[in-house]
């Protein structure tokens, strides 16, 4: 046998980089994963740009970037739906490797960091590896003060919300996170930025880890963060408690269970008061029009 054949390996991971007029970025990203993973990864851009960030993605394609195999998804028109949670969806959708991770692609989550992410997920055997800001030797670097207080907030009010389903989370905000395949089985409405808020709610059996990282500022491109984002999110919340109490009908007496947040503590507490209590019984209940 010849020895010269170049090695082959078969990826275990997809990275999953939504983008929209990130032209400038593409190279260093790659480059930065290249040089930062051990093991061979797919790097699938998820792209609604209409600059020449797919031009770009092309030919980074026949670069050759070691241990890299990068795919594009372009999306035009009509297409685009769901914005960067359609996009993450999308990709989703063509993934088939047993690790999926998914980062921005303007360079706000350091690519050296995937390499820490997989490995955790690895070896705490996690379900969910989650880049966090806001655990020790995380920082949160890149965005101003509004966006930061509103950052906070939004996590302060999510995990309020959901307390139980979030607990092991501390920055459900974040946009760097590392899943394994599989885990991630409930039907996802594509929507606004928040996708791993939706991924952990959805999934309360999650087994979870968090991976520190600091979120530094953009140096090329713009924001696409919007108020509006801020409103779907408030949104996203609210749907989200909404079909979980749909999805219950047998909810205890409210003297019991007086706020959502108790009810929602208090139906993951199975080993204490016993699922069949809590489970749904009508008919229906695992439709996909249910988001929880
Ligand atoms: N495919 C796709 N990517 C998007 C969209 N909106 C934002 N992104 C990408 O999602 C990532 C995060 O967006 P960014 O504008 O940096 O948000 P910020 O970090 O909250 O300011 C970047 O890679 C963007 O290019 C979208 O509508 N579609
Ligand atoms: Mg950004």
């Known amino acids: 046998m010849s020895t010269d054949a170049p090695e082959t390996y078969a990826p ?3 990275i999953i980089v939504p983008t929209r007029n990130e032209s400038k970025n593409i190279f260093p990203l790659l480059e930065r994963l290249s040089s930062s993973l051990d093991s061979a990864a797919v790097v699938l851009f998820v792209d609604d740009s209409d600059d020449e960030t797919p031009a770009v993605v092309e ?3 026949g670069c050759g970037f070691s241990r890299l195999e990068v795919r594009l998804l372009h999306r035009q028109g009509l297409e685009r739906t769901g914005g960067l949670g359609g996009a993450v ?7 088939s490797t047993p690790w999926v991770c998914v980062m ?4 706000q989550h350091p690519p050296e960091r995937v390499a820490s992410l997989l490995e955790a997920g690895i070896s705490h055997q996690a379900d969910l590896v989650v880049g966090s800001r806001y655990v020790a030797g995380g920082r949160n670097e890149g965005l101003g003060a509004v966006r930061t207080a ?3 907030g939004s996590t302060v009010l999510a995990k309020a919300v959901f307390p139980r389903r979030l ?5 459900p905000m974040s946009g760097f996170f590392l899943f394994r395949r599989d885990a991630v089985t409930e039907p996802m409405t594509p929507r606004g930025f928040k996708i791993l808020l939706e991924i952990a709610v959805r999934h309360p059996e999650l087994v979870k880890r968090e991976v520190p990282f600091v979120f530094v500022e953009r140096t090329a491109g713009t924001s696409k963060g919007t108020f509006k984002e801020g409103l779907r999110f408030l949104r996203l919340l609210a749907d989200m408690r ?3 109490r749909r999805r219950h009908p047998a909810r205890p007496a409210p003297s019991i269970f007086d706020s959502p947040a108790a009810y ?6 199975d080993r204490v008061i016993g699922t069949d209590q809590l489970q749904p019984t009508g008919p229906g209940i695992h439709t996909h029009d249910e988001t929880l």
């Not at 969806?89 to 993934?95: M, P, V």
């Open 150 to 152: 509103v950052s906070l």
């Open 59 to 61: 030919e980074a394609r």
């Open 242 to 244: 909404w079909s979980l």
């Open 264 to 269: 929602d503590a208090a139906l993951y507490e």
């Open 104 to 107: 921005d692609g303007d360079l």
């Open 167 to 171: 607990r092991g989370i501390h920055d």
């Open 89 to 95: 969806l999308a990709g989703l959708a063509r993934t």
């Open 12 to 14: 275990t991971l997809t």
